[in-house]
């Protein structure tokens, strides 16, 4: 097998263990996915959501569930990997650092995906969403996913292990994940009521999950062997 082959395999291998893990507890997605329904339902009952108001409220209100959502993924991911020990045992295998933290991006997208399509449904009934083109919508939220799994998944095993875990992860992500929650949330706000003379936010979000995704990939064997 080419050494391209193994690494697939052991990214595949890696991933495939994390979702029989959450597909055995249900716990993280569930959590999450309850807790992105009440920020959406408290939002809606606290802002007087007018057709005038929708686009500068709506997309801020979503993506402050999905990111807030997020950090409980997250953070008891990588926290439960350090408290069974299975992390330790992991590093111990021949295994290139890089396939271990592109198995757990794409774990970590996975679940947020599923947050994500359990939250849509509800934001698009709640606010009275008329979406022009589902697939756009689709493409932004599928893009700030990556962004947030990307930093998030570094950070989050930065972040467990130490004591304070809890409160370290979102004081290093916030900072991070700003020019991207920026961006998603003004691309959004274009779907929803399109203007003219507008950067282009989409582009701006590619290029920030390549940058974040490429220095992760690159500075994740340091930060897991500390």
């Not at 193994?6 to 979702?19: G, P, Q, S």
């Not at 996915?33 to 009952?45: C, D, E, P, Q, R």
Request: aromatic share 10%; proline share 4%.
């Amino acid at each position: 097998m080419s050494e391209l082959s193994i690494f697939c395999l052991h990214v595949w291998t890696i991933l495939w263990k994390d979702i029989r893990y959450e597909l055995r507890s249900k716990q993280t997605w569930l959590g999450m996915g309850l807790f992105a329904l009440i920020v959406l339902v408290i939002f809606n009952f606290t802002f007087d959501v007018h057709a005038d108001n929708l686009a500068a409220i709506a997309p801020g209100v979503l993506w402050v569930a999905f990111l807030f959502a997020s950090l409980l993924g997250l953070g008891r991911t990588m926290a439960a990997e350090r408290e069974h020990g299975s992390m330790d045992r992991l590093l111990l295998c021949p295994v290139d650092r890089r396939a271990i933290y592109l198995a757990k991006l794409l774990g970590n997208v996975l679940v947020l995906s599923v947050v994500e399509m359990i939250a849509l449904p509800a934001f698009v009934m709640l606010f009275n969403i008329t979406v022009s083109s589902v697939g756009s919508l689709l493409l932004i939220v599928l893009l700030g996913t990556l962004g947030i799994s990307a930093v998030g998944t570094l950070f989050s095993a930065m972040a467990a292990a130490t004591q304070s875990r809890e409160l370290l992860l979102p004081v290093l992500i916030f900072p991070m994940l700003v020019p991207v929650i920026i961006s998603v949330v003004r691309a959004t706000q274009l779907l929803l009521a399109p203007a003219l003379n507008q950067p282009p936010w989409l582009g701006l979000v590619v290029a920030f999950d390549l940058i974040f995704l490429s220095a992760a990939t690159l500075t994740f064997q340091y930060v897991i062997e500390d």
